[in-house]
């Protein structure tokens, strides 16, 4: 098999351990604490084990990298949404599995996001991880309801910004009763039934 000498993938997407994959977009929406990194974490530990090659881009940590000088106006949002698409497809044209783990609130961006990975040949299947706000508040994993309520913050998605949830999702998961392997298993199977595993 030959091999990219920089990205170490054949180019027919199989990849240098042997294990075949297409590559694919997974892209994880949801409000903040449903359950996106979670779930993401969880699926690529998944697949890593059956020796798939995967990456994780959760918008937490590719914000400070790729959009520092961003700030939180649906223009930025739109911005930092279309970095962290390119990002993305260029991952997955070279048969890796890439989950993105971003709120992405905006329906508009998303589907620029899926234009641009069909335009590519790059598959691209939108997960709304739609666990209801009251659900979330309750988790509030980084203390953003706490502070939305107290008058520190405003534009919270979900509470007092917009969210504009999918309307075609491929798949659209609660986590509020799901236990998180039954939620992977959900996205094994997608994974399974579009051929990219």
């Not at 590519?120 to 009251?134: L, M, Y």
Request: with cysteine.
């Amino acid at each position: 098999m030959s091999l990219d000498a920089q990205t170490g993938f054949a180019p027919d997407g199989a990849v240098a351990s042997g294990v075949r994959t297409t590559g694919a977009t997974l892209w994880l929406t949801g409000l903040p604490s449903s359950g996106k990194t979670t779930v993401a974490n969880a699926l690529a530990a998944r697949l890593t084990g059956r020796g798939v090659a995967v990456e994780i881009l959760d918008g937490d940590a590719v914000r400070p990298v790729l959009s520092t000088e961003l700030g939180y106006s649906r223009e930025d949002r739109d911005l930092n949404v279309a970095r962290i698409g390119w990002v993305a497809q260029r991952l997955s044209a070279h048969g890796v599995v890439t989950i993105a783990s971003v709120v992405s609130p905006y329906a508009q961006a998303r589907d620029a996001v899926r234009d641009a990975h069909r335009g590519a040949g790059v598959s691209f299947f939108e997960i709304h991880i739609a666990t209801p706000v009251a659900v979330c508040e309750a988790r509030d994993v980084k203390g953003l309801y706490g502070k939305q309520r107290n008058g520190g913050l405003l534009g919270l998605t979900g509470v007092d910004g917009s969210y504009e949830a999918p309307e075609n999702p491929e798949l659209r998961l609660d986590t509020s009763d799901r236990t998180v392997d039954g939620v992977v298993d959900e996205l094994v199977a997608l994974l399974q039934k579009e051929r990219v595993l």
